[in-house]
């Protein structure tokens, strides 16, 4: 059941300070739509035994014999976070409702300018990378979109569970794939950005500070760092 109201939307529509515009990016086949799957089980917009397998932002008919993302899809949804999850937010905020304008793009090279019409109406990019493929080339490409568009990225390592249950990966090999990924993805905002005393400052990801993600859409678990930590 969907956990928020149309007069809850329109109240937080005049918080500008609580509302996040933001797109997910990725190479084809690394699991944005059963990310964003996730994702909106998590407003209770579709039921969680749902989530991953619904493609709820793949809306076309052509996109759902392909299991592909054609066209951007955007979705706006309405999040209560705890306050656990407040002190990570260091912008001016006014209570604890957010609204998330979240954009589905696709991640097939022929169909890069839906990225960037994305890109260009939101604030930040989520940049998702299959753990066991690595970073492709589109995920160079669609970094290198969001990094002219201005856009700062993080990033979110997909697909844990096919690390942990099919290749079943010791963890000193997990950890060594999750540090030549973050490696790679630095090396292409290096490339492609700035200096640190441009406009968009340090864009460089570090799960340190909270700018990578690891989990499953597909299961529909995620965790940083620093919540990690937390439970040990």
Sequence with gaps: MVNFTVDQIRAIMDKKSNIRNMSVIAHVDHGKSTLTDSLVSKAGIIASARAGETRFTDTRKDEQERCITIKSTAISMYYELTENDLAFIKQCKDGSGFLINLIDSPGHVDFSSEVTAALRVTDGALV????????????????????????KPVLMMNKMDRALLELQLEPEELY???????????VIISTYGEDEGGPMGNIMIDPVIGTVGFGSGLHGWAFTLKQFAEMY
């Design 128 to 151: 998702v990378v299959d753990c066991v493929s690595g970073v492709c080339v589109q995920t160079e490409t669609v970094l290198r979109q969001a990094i002219a568009e201005r856009i």
């Design 176 to 186: 060594q794939t999750f540090q030549r990924i973050v490696e790679n993805v630095n």
